[in-house]
């Protein structure tokens, strides 16, 4: 096997990825400190068609050198805003329809591989803050708290990791499903 040279991958323009259809899905980012999280987070959302990114509280916002690191560029592809406030950004989400999906290790969660997002329906997959995850009054506000199954001997996985996760599982619920 000899590995694809970068132009037969057939990779879309930034204004042709603008463009085409997207997922159902927003990622919100609540209060994430590492910029190469950040990037990072914005490529995979650039990999799987992810309709935005909201950026909350100290989550920095491009244009950044330490973003573009990681995301190479992805940042000018997917879309983002930015709330100063966690808890405004879902209560925007709601208003518009999105059910809120926190990633985050709680009573009562549903497994990642056992939820099964519907198509036709509007989600925000909530990641948090590298130490402390996603704040408590945000977990409040929740329809949903999905966790990452896990039996190492740490108790939790980096964001970046634990979003593409959680994004790739959305997009072969919601994506993949539309091939077959």
């Known amino acids: ?14 204004e042709e990825f603008r463009s085409k ?12 400190r590492s910029l190469n999280n950040i990037g990072s987070i914005f490529r995979t959302s650039d990999a799987f068609v992810v309709d935005r990114l909201m950026l909350c509280g100290i989550t920095a916002q491009p244009p950044s050198v330490e973003i573009h690191k990681t995301a190479l560029g992805a940042e000018d592809s997917v879309a983002w805003e930015y709330f100063a406030d966690t808890s405004d950004c879902i209560r925007h989400l709601k208003q518009a329809g999105y059910q809120i999906c ?3 290790q709680v ?3 549903v497994s990642l591989e056992n939820f099964k997002p519907q198509r036709g329906e509007k989600y925000a997959v909530v990641v948090g803050h590298e130490v402390h995850g996603v704040s408590q009054e945000v977990v409040n506000e929740s329809d949903v708290c999905i966790e990452i199954p896990q039996e190492g001997t740490k108790h939790s996985l980096n964001v970046a990791v634990s979003a593409g996760l959680a994004i790739w599982r959305f997009y072969c619920c919601l994506r993949l499903q539309q091939s077959d």
Request: hydrophobic fraction near 45%; charged fraction near 40%; glycine fraction near 4%.
């Open 1 to 14: 096997m000899e590995k694809k040279k970068i132009w037969e991958l057939g990779r879309d323009s930034v």
């Open 21 to 32: 259809p997207k997922m159902d899905v927003v990622v919100v980012l609540d209060n994430i």
């Open 102 to 104: 926190v990633l985050e």
């Open 107 to 109: 009573h009562d969660s």
